[in-house]
């Protein structure tokens, strides 16, 4: 049953462990054999050896996981993003948070019974926004769900409806419910019915082919106060037990977990080299385009680029302030994950910029400290994508409200900025402590 999502990482490497212990022993790389037991012990002379153990829709399943964690594991290794050692640790990173998210979204979780599954900093994937609480449900096509909860110190809260899954290209976006449309109670808190038939109060249309149900909690302060939830029913089904599940059911459950999971690992990569690394030229940014056809919320805009840092070298992004709502700038390693952003700042949006005098903010992409308070700190990684997004654009944006990028030594940014001004290692820490916290207030694991 749901209930029994994972709720501590240890539960989940638990379950890892586990798969890759029989996998290494299918690929007899686990280490020395075991000593015979009475099961394994060699058959004395005449003895017939006993019938191979007979395969079910259960063992069957549960070797598809397994074979395709293996076969993601190579696929993955001979990837152009597998290059340094922390390229590498990625890769793996990226491997296990896949098998998590297929795991919970396709055995974990039921579109009679939902409860949310939530992408944070535990799970980061496909450019993942850590301005964002991300939570995610299946849902029956054209039937009725009820979603309760609380905005908090979001800044903006939307919903959107999946057909299929767009992340990937095989579905599209089949309904959205902006803030701007989001009826809130004076306390914050929030109802939206989400059915094929308008209901009274906000309401979500939901189409006989959606499959999923996106909630975004966007954050522009990350401080301590309360930072919102959110709840569903089926409506119909609260209160009704839930029936046994048969070994047929689960088995069709572990074996939609390997597909999602295989094409969960090597979407991203793909993505990431397609429209990032081969599209334009490293250390350059693309122009700002419209995410909505492509499954985005409607109103966000982004663009981006990638860049590749020799010794000594940053890169600069001038983005210029705009009418949106919300503006930021993200990091991701070579795998399209998030990097670590509680105790790293990977991460900023205009609410926690400086913003310079001639109307821009810049920022500066460097795993050395430049001293400015716009740093975007690349830890590890000289090689990664970084992500610009503005949301609530009414409209298009301005050619002169285009972000430029232009890469450039460490000594040559004090020059470049107007009114450049240096900021101390306390008050580095200070801002890394008060992003944990909140960080830490908003997980609901």
């Known amino acids: 049953m749901i209930q029994d999502r994972f709720s501590r990482p240890r539960d989940f490497l638990s379950t890892i462990l586990v798969c890759l212990a ?13 000593p015979p037991t009475s099961e394994t012990a ?15 829709a259960l063992s069957s399943a549960f070797d598809q996981l397994v074979t395709t964690l293996r076969d993601v594991e190579t696929d993955l290794r001979k990837s152009s993003s597998f290059g340094s050692e922390a390229e590498q640790v990625g890769a793996y990173r990226h491997i296990l948070r896949s098998v998590a998210k297929g795991m919970e979204a396709e055995i974990l979780q039921d579109a009679d019974f939902p409860y949310f599954r939530i992408l944070d900093f535990w799970l980061r994937e496909g450019g993942d926004n850590p301005d964002q609480r991300y939570a995610f449900t299946p849902i029956r096509g ?7 909860g609380e905005l908090g110190s979001a800044a903006r809260l939307e919903f959107q409806i999946y057909a299929g899954r767009p992340w990937d290209g095989s579905g ?3 309904g959205y419910l902006a803030f701007e449309d989001l009826a809130l109670a004076e306390d914050g808190s929030f109802e939206v019915w989400v059915s094929a038939e308008r209901h009274e109060g906000n309401w979500l249309s939901n ?12 954050f522009s302060e990350w401080n301590d106060d309360r930072t919102g939830e959110i709840h569903i029913d089926r ?18 459950r572990i074996s939609a977990a390997a597909v999602m999971f295989g094409t969960t690992a090597r979407t991203w990569p793909a993505f990431l080299a397609k429209r990032y690394v081969e599209a334009g030229q490293p250390n350059s940014v693309s122009a700002p385009y419209d995410t ?11 663009s981006g680029g990638h860049f590749d840092l020799a010794p000594g070298q940053a890169l600069l992004l001038r983005m210029p302030e705009t009418p949106a709502q ?20 990977s991460s900023l949006n205009s609410s926690q910029s400086i913003l310079a005098p001639d109307g821009a903010y810049y920022y500066i992409i460097s795993p050395e400290d430049p001293g400015y308070a716009n740093w975007i700190d690349s830890g590890a990684l000289v090689r990664g994508v970084f992500l610009l997004r503005w949301d609530g654009v009414l409209g298009e944006l301005a050619a002169d409200q285009y972000p430029t990028a232009e890469l450039m030594d460490l000594g040559q940014i004090e020059a470049r900025i107007p009114a450049f001004s240096r900021v101390s290692e306390a008050e580095r820490e200070a801002v890394r402590e008060e992003r944990r916290r909140h960080l830490q207030l908003r997980s609901h694991r």
């Open 42 to 56: 060699p058959l004395e002379t005449g003895e017939q050896a006993p019938p191979p153990p007979e395969r079910d």
């Open 207 to 218: 189409p006989t082919n959606g499959t999923t149900l996106f909630a975004r909690h966007i």
């Open 292 to 302: 909505y056809a492509l499954g985005g919320a409607k109103g966000r805009w982004m």
């Open 172 to 174: 599209t976006s089949a």
């Open 326 to 345: 919300y503006q930021a700038v993200q990091l991701t390693d070579m795998w399209m994950a998030s990097l670590e952003h509680g105790n790293q700042v």
């Open 22 to 34: 029989l996998a290494c022993a299918q690929t007899g790389t686990s280490g020395p054999p075991a």
């Open 235 to 252: 409506v119909g089904y609260e209160g009704k037990r839930r029936p046994a599940e048969s070994a047929d059911e689960l088995a069709a």
């Open 142 to 148: 054209g039937e009725t769900y009820r979603v309760w």
